[in-house]
């Protein structure tokens, strides 16, 4: 049955803004003079429509929808510009130390005789007096620094000096554990021949006044010997005690390294590490 076609509803009328003659919306100004960019909207404006009512209504319904559209793919709309390419945030850092910071003041770790040492610079403090011929000690020592020394990384800081009735000194400066510094260091070291008195409180000294140039924050020193400290036949332990921490004014951590059993070598060297923040280690070979 067909209905009263009075009573049919009446479509809505809207401007028909496809027809810039016939539209309300009809810009009186060139659309560059003032206008609102959206993506891909231009809208013109003029301070007449603005006041209209029906335009301000509409207009905030025309922006209601861009932000949404906007909002539900994923773009904020006040980069608009930026994700058209004429202007882009500056990628900016967040603030902070970067990776290669990090990484270049990380504590590292060697293996020296067995035992674990953690820092950013190793100074070694050999013992090369005659009683190291017996056994290979001398041999073992090589190898041991050797393999501690190629451990190192670039960023690691490291000097090394031999004692016995004098002190010789690889390097009077802390280097950095380049690979040809390494090779220089480990060839030095491969060179030592035993002899001599058990001298060490001059050797420690040098070692300490090479390892205070350095600005590490994490320095360790490594003393090892196979006896207590014994110079021209004079048994020199307290005096060597008290210069070696006397000279320790920076109180940098030093390591006592033990390769024999004797019961005043091992007190002497507890003692050493005991008065200078560092620790004690027996090798029994």
């Known amino acids: 049955m067909m209905g009263d076609p009075s009573l049919a509803e009446t479509p809505p ?20 003079d003032c206008c609102v960019r959206g993506v891909g ?19 905030a319904v025309m922006m209601s929808m861009v932000f949404v559209v906007l909002l539900l793919g ?13 202007r882009k945030p500056l990628d900016m850092p967040s603030g902070g130390r970067g990776a290669d ?4 003041d990380a504590p590292e770790t060697i293996i020296f005789y067995g035992n674990d040492y953690e ?35 670039p960023q690691a800081e490291f000097s090394i000096v031999a004692f016995s009735s004098n002190t010789v000194t690889w390097s009077t400066t802390p280097k950095a554990a380049t690979t040809a510094q390494k090779a220089a260091a480990i060839a030095w070291v491969n060179s ?9 409180a ?3 000294i040098t070692m300490l006044q090479i390892c205070n140039q350095s600005s590490k924050p994490a320095r360790q ?48 060297m507890q003692l050493l590490a005991a008065q200078n923040f560092g620790s004690f280690y027996i090798f029994n070979n």
């Open 221 to 268: 020193m490594l003393i090892l010997s196979d006896g207590v400290p014994t110079c021209d036949g004079v048994d020199t332990t307290n005096q060597t005690l008290s210069e070696i921490t006397t000279a320790n004014w920076q109180q940098v951590p030093i390591h006592t390294i033990y390769i024999n059993d004797d019961s005043e070598g091992i007190s002497f």
């Open 192 to 200: 030592l021949v035993p002899d001599g008195w058990t001298c060490l």
């Open 13 to 32: 009328k809207f401007p028909d803004v496809q027809d810039p003659e016939k539209s309300s919306l009809r810009p009186t100004h060139p659309v560059s």
């Open 74 to 86: 994923g773009l904020n709309p006040f980069e608009a510009e930026a994700a058209s390419g004429e």
């Open 101 to 104: 910071d990090d990484e270049e």
């Open 41 to 59: 909207i231009v809208m013109p404006m003029n301070e007449t429509k603005m006041k209209d009512p029906e335009f301000k209504e509409f207009f």
């Open 119 to 153: 820092g950013d610079a190793f100074f070694w403090c050999l013992d090369k007096s005659g009683s190291m011929e017996w056994g290979g000690a001398m041999e073992d020592l090589q190898q041991e620094v050797t393999e501690a020394v190629n451990s190192l990384s």
């Open 202 to 204: 001059p050797a420690a």
